[in-house]
């Protein structure tokens, strides 16, 4: 019996066969499944990203939507974290065509991150901890106050 993670996302594309071979291309995503209807269209899909699990979708019912189908908007961010590589992985997202809306800086609390859009709208961030960050010394960099801290 497969296992399942505790949480997976689900984004939906208006191509999602083009999304698919997309982030493999450039964001590092495996496939792992594909399940098509008689007629070729996408019935169900997951990919992965090291322990991650990310389902791609169609726009099947009223109630999901690519970006590209409500003016660029977005209800969600997807965030991975990276052990190792985080300007590489940037320079091969950006030379496979994502669109950089951050690129890779240092925070706070101690993370590297960059934030990128594909091709339909979808957000996202990847991260790489570079340094470890105690909250005290988050709080006095950022100015925030912090209540839990990993």
Do not use: C
Request: no cysteine; aromatic share 10%.
């Amino acid at each position: 019996m497969a296992t399942h993670p505790t949480l997976s996302v689900a984004l939906f594309y208006k191509d999602p066969f083009a999304a698919l071979d997309w982030l493999e291309k450039a964001f590092g995503f495996e496939r792992t499944m594909l399940i098509t209807n008689p007629d070729g269209t996408l019935a169900h899909s997951q990919m992965k990203f090291g322990d991650a699990v990310l389902m791609i979708g169609s726009e099947w019912t009223d109630y999901v939507a690519s970006p590209m189908s409500t003016g660029g908007r977005n209800t969600m961010n997807v965030s991975l974290q990276l052990t190792e590589g985080l300007d590489a992985h940037f320079d091969h997202a950006k030379s496979s065509g994502a669109e950089i809306l951050r690129a890779p800086e240092d925070q706070f609390y101690g993370d590297r991150t960059y934030a990128a859009r594909d091709p339909e709208g979808h957000v996202w961030s990847f991260g790489q901890t570079v340094a470890t960050v105690s909250r005290e010394e988050a709080e006095k960099a950022s100015g925030l106050k912090i209540e839990g801290w990993i």
